[in-house]
């Protein structure tokens, strides 16, 4: 792949070096007169809505055309987590396009369709944070973030590092695709911890819900969450570097080395996160390394390569603590009186990953668009528990609490190529290529563990179209999969403007979508063996069928935005462990289960004023399991609701984006839902919960700014899963410097 790559790189660049000098100059800034890099720029023939060329904006926020003679023409500017913008052409030869804040539905994604496309039009629900909301809300990891986004529900098993799922539209919390700079960070089969990825650097957040599948492959059955890390800028090379401190011994610093020159661009970074928590064994620590380096070849030909290095540390105290009590179990002493249960004081465990991309991106004339993308992620987990606690039992006495040593190691390495073509600006064809190589040991090194590989190479088509006021988004994608064969995913999403509108009632939106998804079982899963498991050569993926029908309605020329979609969802051949051999306590992976869950989000965004956005929502899910003929608890039992899935939930967020300060407020309201302890102790639900959270900063001076941040401002107790008490409130301050830069 390294030499491919090579030798298409040098061609290519040869071919530039003729190409003769632009004649048109667009630079991008943002509100506040920064550079944009990565914004798509096309010149469009105002005629026949022809895209003559396109190019994408180098880190300086610059992009260069040669415009043929005649005209008239445009140019149309979309910048992922801004609002579009059309600029004409009149013979300028240099053009600044100024970019505005916006509502949801105005904002320009990427996830939705691959390509960047305005929100309204993207055929799924897309939600946005951009650096600045989250240089604000300054989160120590993504679920600190993700979870005052409508239609998210976060469960994290107490304290900071402990296991952060995410739960959307009645999904398992591995039916979410996590992309971080390009590269799947998920282990095979879908399983993330959202406590232990950070935002440090953070460029921009997106998070799609529903199928996709076609798109992004496995793991993508009820959501897409993906990162950018930012790039460098500024003419002058810009340090920045700053430290925070809060209650509950925690302390973080950071520093970055960032720049543009030419056509190179870079930015190389550091963070280093402490706290000791609220508990016995709540500590956690975790220190990110990484790089962002970009080079633009010509014109139209760009390189970028990124790395990632994150380390964490965290306790593992063990559940103890259930919706604001403590259980009381035997003591196991010579009376066998009752006592508190504890913690656990030594287990522990660590993640330590590393992850790289390299892509080229080659822009051709007429609206063709080749990117090439070689990646590599590293996973490496160890949760070691040397031997137990005896004195943590269940209330019969019997022991909870067993010596344990879990070691992962995964690789994911592969190769992607995807080619847009987009002659005309009603019309945009998106196709690729996708090999991966899955290589891994998982499991207890007590009890065996397991190795296993898996090859999968996936093609797909999407097309977009434009008719009038009709737009349609169909595809499909094929996987060959080594181990469990071939699987076919079609999806369809259709738009209608029903009403264009005016001043107050500003237009009406009808959407629909439907789609499948499928999630390739763990390694565990696929290559079970003995002593306690045998293998199942017909094990197949988890599959879904979704599908959702909503409407948008604007105010004010976008100023608001109502959004409402109703979603239906079946998710079978879901894996569970069945017993074979009850002598010999032996059993295999099958596909047996089923569920099902269907609701409603209903989401307003406002433009309150020009910095100031507001994004709040509501989420109805009614879910069930309907087939699960291996249920261990009485809460998976079919007909019980699924497992940490609200029926009522609520999210708000409020932020002010100014240039000499900004703030923000988050809320999360989660209602009663089933749960379990899984140790008899009797408990089956998880009590209902308010998180309010609140963030600004301050620039004192030019290149000095101070930040504070407030979690849990309500002091409020309570557990997002059962048995993990979470984190009182909790706060931290600090100061940044800014040394160089613009």
């Known amino acids: 792949m390294r030499v491919f790559v090579g030798v298409f790189l040098g061609v290519i660049f040869s071919l530039s070096l003729a190409a003769a000098a632009a004649d048109l100059k667009v630079k991008v800034v943002d509100p506040q007169a920064a550079a944009v890099a990565g914004a798509q720029v096309s010149v469009v023939s105002g005629n026949e809505g022809k895209i003559l060329s396109t190019q994408s904006t180098s880190a300086e926020g610059i992009a260069t055309f040669r415009t043929p003679g005649g005209g008239p023409y445009q140019l149309q500017v979309l910048a992922p987590g801004f609002a579009a913008e059309t600029v004409e052409v009149s013979g300028q030869a240099e053009i600044t396009v100024n970019l505005r804040l916006a509502t949801a539905s105005e904002t320009v994604v990427v996830t939705a369709t691959r390509t960047p496309v305005l929100g309204e039009a993207a055929g799924a629900d897309v939600e946005t944070l951009s650096g600045a909301q989250l240089t604000t809300m300054q989160p120590v990891a993504a679920n600190d973030a993700i979870r005052f986004l409508p239609g998210a529900v976060l469960n994290t098993a107490g304290q900071r590092g402990g296991l952060a799922s995410l739960f959307v539209r009645g999904g398992e919390s591995n039916y979410n695709k996590v992309i971080v700079d390009g590269v799947t960070v998920n282990e095979p089969g879908g399983t993330f911890d959202f406590g232990t990825l950070s935002l440090a650097q953070g460029d921009r957040m997106e998070f799609v819900r529903g199928a996709q599948s076609t798109l992004y492959g496995s793991d993508a059955m009820t959501s897409v969450v993906q990162v950018w890390t930012r790039a460098g800028s500024t003419l002058t090379p810009e340090l920045r570097f700053g430290a925070d401190g809060g209650n509950l011994g925690t302390a973080s610093g950071h520093v970055s080395l ?317 894996i569970n462990y069945v017993t074979v051999d009850p002598v010999n306590f032996i059993g295999e992976y099958v596909n047996v289960n089923k569920a099902f869950a269907q609701g409603a989000e209903i989401g307003l965004q406002a433009k309150l004023r020009p910095r100031l956005l507001l994004n709040t929502a509501y989420t109805y899910t009614s879910s069930q399991y309907l087939d699960n003929p291996a249920a261990f608890d009485a809460v998976f039992n079919p007909g019980q609701p699924l497992l940490r899935r609200p029926k009522h939930s609520a999210t708000l967020l409020l932020s002010y984006l100014g240039s000499r300060w900004g703030a923000n407020m988050g809320g999360s309201f989660v209602g009663r839902r089933a749960d379990s302890d899984f140790d008899n102790f009797g408990v089956d639900h998880a009590a209902g919960y308010v998180r309010a959270d609140l963030g600004g900063w301050y620039a004192v001076r030019p290149r000095v700014t101070v930040y504070a941040n407030v979690e849990n401002a309500l002091d409020r107790r309570y557990n997002e899963v059962v048995g993990y008490p979470a984190l009182p409130v909790n706060f931290r301050a600090g100061v940044r410097f800014r040394v160089g830069g613009e």
């Open 258 to 574: 960032a720049g543009a020159r030419g056509r190179f661009d870079y930015n190389f970074f550091g963070d280093q996160f402490n706290t000791n928590g609220a508990g016995i064994n709540d500590a956690y620590s975790d220190s990110l390394e990484g790089a962002n380096v970009g080079v633009k070849l010509s014109d139209s030909i760009a390189l970028r390569a990124r790395v990632r290095h994150a380390n964490s540390h965290t306790g593992l105290p063990g559940e103890w603590n259930f919706n604001g009590y403590d259980p009381l179990v035997p003591s196991n002493g010579p009376t066998e009186a009752l006592v508190p249960l504890q913690p656990d004081p030594s287990e522990w465990s660590q993640l330590n990953n590393l992850l790289g991309s390299v892509d080229l991106t080659v822009n051709r004339a007429s609206g063709w668009q080749h990117r090439f993308t070689g990646f590599d992620y590293l996973y490496r987990y160890n949760e070691l528990n040397a031997n137990g606690d005896a004195a943590r039992v269940d209330p019969f006495g019997d022991p909870i609490d067993f010596a344990s040593h879990e070691v992962d190691r995964i690789n994911r390495g592969g190769f992607e190529y995807q080619g847009d073509y987009s002659e005309r600006t009603w019309t945009h064809t998106t196709f690729g290529y996708r090999v991966e190589n899955e290589n891994g040991f998982v499991g207890d090194v007590n009890f065996g563990q397991t190795h296993g590989q898996r090859l999968n190479n996936d093609v797909y088509l999407q097309q977009q179209l434009t008719l009038g006021r009709l737009s349609v988004i169909a595809g499909g994608r094929f996987v060959h999969d080594s181990a469990f064969g071939d699987t076919g995913l079609p999806r369809v999403a259709l738009g209608l403007q029903l009403l264009r509108g005016g001043e107050g009632f500003s237009g009406t939106r009808l959407r629909f979508s439907y789609a499948t998804g499928f999630k390739e079982p763990r390694l565990e899963e696929t290559f079970a063996g003995p002593p306690f498991t045998q293998a199942n050569p017909g094990l197949k993926p988890e599959r879904s069928r979704s599908f959702e029908a909503g409407f948008l309605q604007d105010f004010y020329r976008g100023k608001f935005a109502l959004n409402a979609t109703y979603f239906n969802n079946l998710f079978h051949d879901q």
